[in-house]
């Protein structure tokens, strides 16, 4: 940790890095993922999906950034290199030679449930140990992973 002026004790800051660091490492993976369905979806509704997948890639970036930029705020060292991402994240990996929009969509649904599972979890796991901060941070990332998944998961309905 490095030295700051922030007012939680280290153990706190020290624990609230923790968890943001495993949701940035996550973070990263989803955003590559939802590229991943971006580049190769294919079907009648591609250009509305593709189009709808790099608006999320977009979002799932700026969550990114949320999360970096708390864990800098806290005097921790954000770890978001690709190397750390693929060692680190929790999401179940995406599988290549997908082209079909439902098979994307399905995939892209699962991944943002899973990664707005995990930051509602970090909600009360960060309070519980003091830091209502980054508990507010996974509040906004949740609630908007939320969205996205409900963008994305509107078009595999009937």
Same mark, same amino acid.
């Given at each position: 940790?490095y030295?700051t002026?922030n007012?939680?004790?280290?153990t706190i800051?020290s624990k609230?890095?923790?968890?943001?660091?495993?949701h940035?490492a996550a973070?990263?993976?989803?955003h590559?993922?939802?590229?991943?369905a971006?580049?190769n979806?294919?079907?009648?509704a591609f250009?509305?999906?593709?189009?709808?997948l790099?608006k999320?890639?977009?979002a799932?970036?700026?969550?990114?950034?949320?999360? *970096?930029?708390?864990?800098? !705020?806290?005097? #921790?060292t954000? %770890?978001?290199?690709v190397?750390v991402?693929?060692?680190? /994240?929790f999401l179940?990996?995406?599988k290549?030679?997908?082209a079909?929009?439902?098979s994307?969509?399905?995939?892209?649904?699962?991944?943002?449930? *899973?990664?707005?599972?995990s !930051?509602?979890? #970090?909600i009360? %796991?960060?309070?519980?140990?003091?830091?209502?901060?980054? /508990?507010?941070?996974?509040?906004?990332v949740?609630?908007?992973?939320?969205?996205?998944?409900?963008l994305?998961?509107s078009?595999?309905?009937?």
């Amino acid at each position: 940790m490095y030295r700051t002026s922030n007012t939680l004790s280290e153990t706190i800051r020290s624990k609230a890095a923790a968890v943001l660091n495993r949701h940035l490492a996550a973070a990263i993976d989803l955003h590559a993922q939802v590229k991943q369905a971006h580049w190769n979806v294919r079907g009648p509704a591609f250009i509305a999906i593709h189009e709808l997948l790099d608006k999320v890639a977009e979002a799932i970036e700026d969550y990114s950034d949320t999360i *970096a930029e708390r864990a800098g !705020a806290l005097g #921790a060292t954000a %770890e978001g290199t690709v190397h750390v991402a693929v060692q680190r /994240s929790f999401l179940e990996q995406y599988k290549l030679g997908v082209a079909d929009e439902k098979s994307h969509l399905a995939a892209v649904t699962a991944a943002l449930a *899973a990664f707005g599972d995990s !930051a509602r979890k #970090a909600i009360d %796991e960060t309070a519980a140990f003091g830091d209502q901060d980054t /508990s507010d941070v996974f509040t906004e990332v949740s609630r908007g992973v939320d969205y996205q998944l409900w963008l994305v998961e509107s078009h595999l309905q009937p």
